[in-house]
C-alpha cells in the first residue's frame, strides 16, 4: 500500500532521515519506535506532505507521490493526527471536525462520518457545540482523531497520540485505533510509548538518527535484548 525508499530529509544543511526504506501493508497497524530525536515525527510529517523529501520515493497505492502538493496528499487518501493536536481552539468542536471533511468525496459522506466518529468517541456527543480549546487533553485528542477520520482516509498517520495525556485516557485512545484499524483503515503509528504501541501493532520499526535499525514483529523486537535495551528502553 504504502514502499519508501532511500527517504531524505533535511532542515536546511542538517539531515533529519538519512535514507529510510520500508514497507506498511493495506489494512496494516504498523508503528514506529524510538528516543527522541530520531526522526519520528519528521518521517510521518514528510509522509503527510507537510515537509518534503530532498531525494527518495514514496509510493502510495502504486502512485508516486513524492512530489504532490502537501494539500494534494489528503485527496490521495491520507490524514494525519499531527503531535500536539493542533485543533482550531476557539472554534466549536463540530466545526473542528467538519473541517476534515472539505474535499468533494468526504463531504458527500459527512453526516455518516461524523456518526462514527461519535461512535468511536462518545464523550464528544455532548461537547459539539463547546470550543475546543475549553475541552481536556483526551477529549481535544479525540477531536483531532476524529477530523481526520473525518477525510475517510485508507491511511491513518498518528504522531505521538498519548502524549500529555493520563494513563486512563491513553488505554481508551489505544482502544479508539485499535477500533479503526478493525474496521479497514491502514495506520501508521509513531510513538514513544513502546510498551502501548507493541502491544497494537501488526509490525514495527525502530528508528534511530535518522535511520531505520530494526525491523519485526513486536514480539520479535521485544525478544531482541541489545534492540530492547539500546532502542525501546526497557
Known amino acids: 500500500m504504502l514502499e519508501v525508499r532511500d527517504l531524505k530529509v533535511s532542515y536546511g544543511a542538517a539531515p533529519a532521515l538519512w535514507g529510510v526504506s520500508f514497507d506498511l501493508r493495506k489494512g496494516e497497524l504498523l508503528c514506529t519506535v524510538g528516543p527522541n530525536g530520531a526522526g519520528k515525527t519528521t518521517l510521518i510529517n514528510t509522509l503527510a506532505g507537510v515537509l518534503r523529501a530532498r531525494s527518495g520515493r514514496i509510493t502510495f497505492e502504486g502512485h508516486d507521490i513524492t512530489a504532490l502538493p502537501a494539500h494534494r496528499f489528503c485527496e490521495?487518501?491520507?490524514?494525519?493526527?499531527?503531535e500536539g493536536r493542533r485543533l482550531f481552539g476557539s472554534m466549536s468542536v463540530l466545526e473542528n471536525l467538519e473541517i476534515g471533511s472539505m474535499l468533494p468525496a468526504a463531504k458527500a459522506q459527512r453526516a455518516k462520518s461524523l456518526e462514527s466518529v461519535l461512535a468511536l468517541f462518545p464523550a464528544l456527543k455532548v461537547k459539539l457545540q463547546q470550543a475546543a480549546g475549553e475541552l481536556s487533553g483526551g477529549q481535544q485528542q479525540m477531536v483531532a482523531i476524529g477530523r481526520a477520520l473525518m477525510a475517510r482516509p485508507r491511511l491513518l498517520l498518528l504522531d505521538e497520540p498519548s502524549l500529555g495525556l493520563s494513563p486512563l485516557i491513553v488505554h481508551e485512545m489505544f482502544s479508539a485505533i485499535r477500533r479503526v484499524h478493525a474496521e479497514g483503515t491502514a495506520?501508521?503509528?509513531?510513538?514513544?510509548?513502546?510498551?502501548?504501541?507493541?502491544?497494537?501493532?501488526d509490525r514495527a520499526y525502530v528508528l534511530e538518527e535518522g535511520r531505520m535499525v530494526a525491523e519485526g514483529t513486536p514480539d520479535t523486537l521485544m525478544q531482541n535484548e541489545e534492540v530492547r535495551r539500546a532502542y525501546l528502553g526497557v
Not at 76 to 82: D, E, F, K, L, S
Open 76 to 82: 490521495a487518501g491520507i490524514a494525519i493526527v499531527p
Open 187 to 201: 495506520v501508521l503509528l509513531v510513538e514513544q510509548n513502546v510498551s502501548m504501541a507493541l502491544r497494537v501493532a
